[in-house]
């Protein structure tokens, strides 16, 4: 079983940056492609932007395009910077991971979750 752990989160002034860790324990994440979602109070979770097993494709949310960039280095940690965060995006974010190894949005097709890590934006 693989446990993913979200780390990077925590309070920023809107226009400010975040830097979110997913690390997984348990097994590598290199067959895997991962997605990152956010769900705010009262809210349903969103997606919010996805990588390929190997990297080469990322896909983005419209609220996150231009802001936000999904990395990963390799098999070992997934990582979304944020940039000029809104008030809009405070959510808990929460990293996800497929064993198809394609980019897809859709939260339910994902096979393990982390916990997941609030972000709170500031006005």
């Known amino acids: 079983q693989m446990q993913l752990i979200e780390s990077g989160g925590g309070l920023v002034q809107a226009g400010g940056s975040l830097r979110l860790s997913c690390a997984a324990s348990?097994?590598?994440?290199?067959?895997?492609?991962m997605g990152w979602f956010r769900q705010a109070p009262g809210k349903e979770r969103e997606f919010v932007a996805c990588?390929?097993?190997?990297?080469?494709?990322t896909y983005y949310a419209d609220s996150a395009k231009g802001r936000f960039t999904i990395s990963r280095d390799g098999a070992k940690t997934v990582y979304l910077q944020m940039n000029s965060l809104k008030p809009e995006d405070t959510a808990v974010y929460y990293c996800?991971?497929?064993?198809?190894?394609?980019?897809?949005?859709?939260?339910?097709?994902?096979?393990?979750w982390g916990q997941g890590t609030q972000v709170t934006v500031s006005p």
């Open positions: 990588i390929s097993w190997n990297g080469d494709t």
């Open positions: 348990g097994r590598n994440l290199g067959s895997y492609s």
């Open positions: 996800a991971a497929d064993l198809t190894g394609i980019v897809r949005v859709i939260a339910e097709v994902y096979d393990y």
